[in-house]
């Protein structure tokens, strides 16, 4: 596939030192950037209604080949045609190829050259993601971006075994490429290689050689802390063509997206909004609120007074009553909140980009949420 | 109060037989009968957004007093401005003061003249439900109408154990009519006797001597049999007034509604169709949808063609991914289904004794859902 052919395109809007403003280009439809992506790991947001993942202003969803073809499989989703049209979602849709997932959730897992051998944790039954087996169910799938297939290893780890398992993703890379052949689907690699500054700018050269419409930086937000992640961004994203969108997976707090889009990063997706949602912890931008904090008992103001989402025409005394009494409304209403949240958030950084504001914009935001201005807070506290 | 005051009054549309179309007037709005109400247990329809159970249709939502006063305590609840403020429902609420609930849940219940007695099934603490604790727990709580206390009782049981009861019920009923001061709240009664004719008769006759500006028959879906249910309405129903509104607690199967429609009932609530949606039982006019059946797993058609519901914007097979993939979505989107399902069949019932047919519509509908037009099918098949 030649490049400027790509079904997935990235221009730029604006630029603010590092930080970008631009739109995504999908078959699917355009999503400006920075963008988030809500996670929809199994064809859904946990408790979200798909219209209610559109009105927190998400433009783009993700949802995880590891899952799906465990249950129900890609056939189904194929047959039913495809991921986005499966879960009633108007928009674009990316898909993970389960490499992290291999990592953290099968059982008797075996990595060897071949890829990743491993049994399901749902039924036991034994699976093979290669990377040609990987570019096959993500095409089944039909997300409008597929991921390679990567060597995901736990850290920290001896920068001999990061180094190995960078270079293996990239021979994962590079047959992911061979083997990818649908032409309204496009293929992001990923660059690896721990935090080790060399082995990400072979990583990412050697992506470039390859050559593929977009580029994520994956192996971070593993433990490593908020400073060694943006210290890793600063040493790995300069290497990737400013033509073509970064995407930091599985990132992160919401200063750790501040950071990242100060560093170059147009695309995110993580679990903690709505994850966080569930356990009763609400992102504002005045702070984290622990919702089951007796404090909140008998508080008739929203979370957040200028939120639109459907828990902010609640008071906090009744989502609080909500979670107490283990009731499933709690955990939508927050999950909705949150993911409104990163939405709300990733505008803010967008139009101080475009405004060219954004070191100043991000010490706002990150004042008012009491984070630190350095390198992000470590989590909520409050 | 004088019954012409009545903070809550009903009147009549049309009539077709023993089948009534009218208007409930309250404090907080009217709402069209033959009404449903939707079951707000601990102040949230599980699941489903406030502004979702709105667009099921449902005008007048139901909360229960026994959790409420448990959790999180009627004090709080009027601190938050009553049960409908508290959960965001701009329109009429009624709360069941407790009775079934303390028969069916509570904990070393002991119930003598003066009240019930127990340990809450939450923490064990020791709770007194007398006639007076329940006015005041209700009128804190503050919905549009409250419910006597009424001593409920398993069935089956001897004639002697359900006249005691019923008598009972009725000295209850005197105090709480003593008790319960709030103007702004109706208070109704509630017609208790077993399935025995004459003891419903006393019952009711009893309780229009008292004066209520609202009747209710309890202590029915309670195992007897759709045809021991519609016999004891038509005992029980003449003798209520006509120009009050007459409640069914607790009912039902929508063959049951058809049925007691048909017999003068006008209000009614029900758990089936949030409970059914919770495990994967849908209700259509084609009859009950089992969504784990195998069959469905490929359909892409919604559960209902013309249902305007957030379900039925997609497939089936969808739907039956997310109940096998354990997903918090299926339940909520198939609650929202069946709670917009019994809203319309509500309002065709309505529309049927508006236009004189109520004996026909009852028979289309009956006989689409695969049910038996005797007395109504005794649960879903299919």
Redesign the interface.
């Known amino acids: 596939m030649i490049h400027d052919e790509s079904p997935v395109r990235w221009s730029a809007t604006a630029t603010c030192g590092a930080a970008r403003a631009g739109t995504l280009l999908t078959p699917h439809g355009q999503v400006s950037t920075p963008l988030f992506m809500p996670v929809a790991t199994?064809?859904?947001?946990?408790?979200?209604?798909?219209?209610r993942v559109a009105g927190t202003g998400a433009g783009m969803v993700l949802a995880n080949a590891y899952h799906l073809h465990l249950?129900?499989g890609e056939e189904?989703v194929g047959?039913?045609?495809g991921v986005a049209r499966?879960?009633?979602w108007r928009g674009p849709t990316l898909t993970d190829s389960g490499g992290f997932q291999v990592f953290s959730l099968a059982k008797q897992v075996k990595v060897t050259e071949e890829g990743a051998f491993f049994r399901s944790h749902l039924d036991g039954r034994a699976v093979a993601f290669t990377p040609e087996a990987s570019m096959r169910i993500q095409e089944r799938i039909g997300a409008d971006v597929a991921m390679q297939l990567d060597h995901v290893i736990a850290l920290p780890a001896e920068r001999g075994v990061v180094a190995d398992a960078m270079r293996r993703s990239l021979r994962w890379a590079e047959r992911c490429r061979a083997a990818h052949s649908r032409s309204d689907q496009a293929l992001f690699g990923i660059v690896q290689g721990g935090l080790e500054p060399d082995l990400r700018a072979e990583s990412a050269a050697r992506l470039r050689e390859i050559g593929f419409p977009g580029y994520a930086v994956g192996g971070l937000s593993v433990g490593e802390g908020p400073e060694a992640m943006v210290a890793t961004l600063h040493a790995t994203v300069p290497h990737l063509p400013a033509e073509k969108p970064r995407y930091l997976m599985g990132v992160g707090q919401p200063s750790d997206i501040v950071a990242a889009v100060g560093a170059g990063i147009d695309m995110f997706d993580c679990v903690l909004p709505t994850r966080c949602g569930r356990n009763s912890l609400i992102y504002t931008f005045a702070g984290p609120i622990r919702l089951r904090n007796a404090r909140h008992?008998?508080d008739?103001t929203p979370l957040e007074t200028d939120c639109p989402c459907?828990a902010c025409?609640?008071?906090r005394?009744?989502l609080r009553?909500?979670f107490?009494?283990g009731?499933?409304?709690g955990?939508?209403?927050a999950s909705i909140h949150n993911l409104t949240f990163y939405q709300r958030l990733v505008a803010r950084l967008r139009a101080a980009v475009i405004a060219g504001r954004y070191e100043e914009e991000s010490r706002n935001i990150l004042g008012g949420m009491g984070a630190t201005a350095a390198a992000g807070g470590s989590g909520p506290s409050g």
């Open positions: 199994a064809a859904t947001v946990k408790g979200v209604e798909i219209d249950r129900p189904l047959e039913m045609g499966f879960m009633g008992a008998s008739e459907p025409r609640h008071g005394g009744y009553h909500l107490l009494a009731e499933m409304l955990p939508v209403l």
